[in-house]
């Protein structure tokens, strides 16, 4: 039997390069359950936190027991700029070359669509399997959320990629659980599709503690909200200071945002206008330490800005963090699925109703402390039952072997 896959996402991080994550979890956990892994990633992400050191076209490099191959391309200047796009196409252009021992599967993850093809080409040789993983729905993503139309000529070629992908992959992986529809509209026969989450590591998680200057932050014997993530418009954390201003009169209840992002300087703004002192600012701290803040609070906050995409579905992982620290939920986002009424873990407000919002806070704050854990135990129990990356991994398994 054929134990071995190639992943190719020119995004692929790691804990030493940062975001993102998903296939070096799902690789450490695939590896533990007996398959072969390679990680084929860009020498250049806008995520990246640190950039590999690479040599010539292509760089082997093993990383926690994994291999990765850094495929040389260019830099760009941001997420939305052209070079971006010359970036995926140099990314694809470069694949040609890369020489493949053994005869692995291939999975290909968007957002670039580029790589299918060459992937088909190496399956083919090797009378392998081809999965296509969907994170993100492009061309349309590009579609909606920039001024490009549906008949511009970039648009165009992407659509023929995608439903390229479509057409000749053995199963579609989609990250978005309601996104079905859309991918048989583009040529995907209906039993290819399957959905497989993002998820969590819980494979020897050890917590970091806070330093203690962190610490002495968080009030002691308060009821605290808190949010822990990015801090960008997408995560609407206005939402939660207008909650904190109407709550301002109830001593017992602070807020905490930690994190950091391209909105913290106008948020703490704000709440320094409003004159709050309900309301506390924490920066980003290292990823093994938001257990042991989120071990502090009581209830968890999200939020995110609506997008037509999110008809589809939402997979955000500070969710599952927050069902792992076993912490009752505050759902405010509309999408195609609602993971807090899937766990029964907390509550749903509407977006941007600040009135539900606060009684929402009220209520769980009400609650019995047995009643609160039962709710924090609920997400803790479905983030490991549907969401850990062993169990993904056990799943793509059965993918790879039907």
């Keep these: 039997m ?7 996402n020119q995004y692929i991080g790691s804990p030493h390069h940062g975001m993102e994550y998903r296939h070096y979890y799902l690789a450490k956990n695939l590896m533990a359950l007996g398959y072969q892994v390679t990680l084929v990633s860009g020498s250049y992400s806008h995520l990246f936190s640190q950039l590999p050191k690479t040599q010539g076209k292509f760089t082997h490099e093993t990383i926690d027991a994994i291999e990765y191959i850094w495929v040389k391309v260019p830099k760009y200047r941001s997420s939305k700029s052209i070079g971006r796009i010359w970036n995926m196409l140099s990314f694809a252009w470069n694949l040609r070359s890369l020489k493949i021992s053994g005869a692995p599967h291939v999975l290909v993850s968007s957002p670039s669509l580029f790589p299918i093809k060459i992937a088909k080409k190496w ?7 081809l999965f296509f993983e969907v994170r993100d729905i492009w061309p349309l993503t590009l579609v909606e959320l920039s001024n490009l139309t549906s008949t ?6 992407m659509e023929y990629y995608e439903k390229f992908a479509y057409r000749h992959a053995d199963k579609v992986i989609s990250l978005l659980p309601a996104a079905q529809e859309h991918f048989v509209s583009q040529g995907m026969r209906a039993d290819k599709f399957v959905y497989l989450p993002n998820g969590i590591e819980i494979e020897g998680g050890e917590l970091v503690p806070l330093p203690s200057s962190l610490e002495m932050k968080i009030p002691k014997e308060k009821f605290i909200v808190a949010y822990a993530g990015t801090i960008g418009l997408a ?6 200071v207008e909650a904190a201003e109407t709550l301002k009169t109830y001593r017992d209840i602070h807020f905490i945002i930690l994190g950091q992002g391209g909105e913290t300087q106008e948020l703490q703004n704000r709440v320094q206008k409003l004159g709050l002192e309900n309301i506390t600012f924490i920066g980003a701290v290292k990823k093994e330490m938001v257990g042991s803040f989120l071990e502090k609070v009581d209830v968890a906050f999200i939020s995110l800005l609506p997008e037509k995409l999110f008809r589809f579905g939402v997979s955000p992982n500070k969710v599952f963090e927050y069902m792992y620290a076993k912490k009752p939920i505050v759902w405010a986002v509309e999408a195609g699925n609602n993971l807090v009424e899937e766990a029964q873990c907390g509550i749903s407000v509407p977006l941007n109703n600040v009135l539900k919002l606060k009684e929402a806070i009220l209520e769980l704050k009400l609650l019995s402390r047995e009643k609160r854990e039962e709710l924090g135990q609920n997400g803790y129990n479905f983030v490991n039952i549907h969401h850990s990356y062993r169990m993904l991994a056990e799943k793509l398994i059965k993918i790879i072997e039907e």
């Design 2 to 8: 054929n134990r071995s896959i190639i992943i190719v």
């Design 123 to 129: 399956v083919k040789r090797f009378q392998s399997k």
């Design 152 to 157: 511009h000529p970039l648009i165009r070629v």
């Design 235 to 240: 995560n609407n954390l206005g939402y939660l």
